[in-house]
């Protein structure tokens, strides 16, 4: 999931076969995860991303992240979301902005100020946007 910060925030899916090759066999690894976007904008060069030399991909540092071969998963906040994992319903992110929670149970509404977009795509197995918006006080 992505989360992008400014006016809009928002939380990005990835669950994508992670092609390695090894001198016989091909297998893929499926890692899954929730990305803050913004904050990675911040603190990584997206150059390669939007000159699609490179995927984006969750990473162990990430809001979440889960590998599949390996079962290993890792839940860290960053300066735009909490994360609460300890939830009877699931994984749920808290904006720091404005405290508004994000459900990200696709069977729930996603909350306040927040819309759940699906991506259709061929390079990902999953990709899925939620938007918060966030009010700027004037």
């Not at 904006?95 to 759940?116: T, Y």
Request: aromatic residues 8%.
């Amino acid at each position: 999931m992505l989360l992008c910060n400014v006016e809009l925030l928002c939380v990005r899916k990835c669950r994508q076969h992670r092609r390695t090759s090894n001198a016989e066999v091909p297998h893929a690894r499926q890692v899954s995860g929730y990305i803050d976007y913004a904050h990675r904008l911040k603190t990584e060069n997206f150059e390669p991303y939007f000159e699609r030399k490179k995927k984006l991909m969750p990473k162990p540092s990430d809001l979440s992240y889960y590998n599949w071969e390996t079962q290993h998963s890792t839940s860290n906040s960053t300066p735009n979301f909490q994360v609460i994992a300890e939830n009877e319903g699931g994984l749920l992110f808290k904006n720091k902005r404005d405290r508004k929670v994000i459900n990200v149970d696709p069977k729930s509404l996603p909350g306040d100020n927040s819309r759940r977009i699906e991506i259709k795509t061929t390079e990902y197995i999953q990709v899925v946007i939620y938007d918060h918006v966030t009010r700027r006080k004037t």
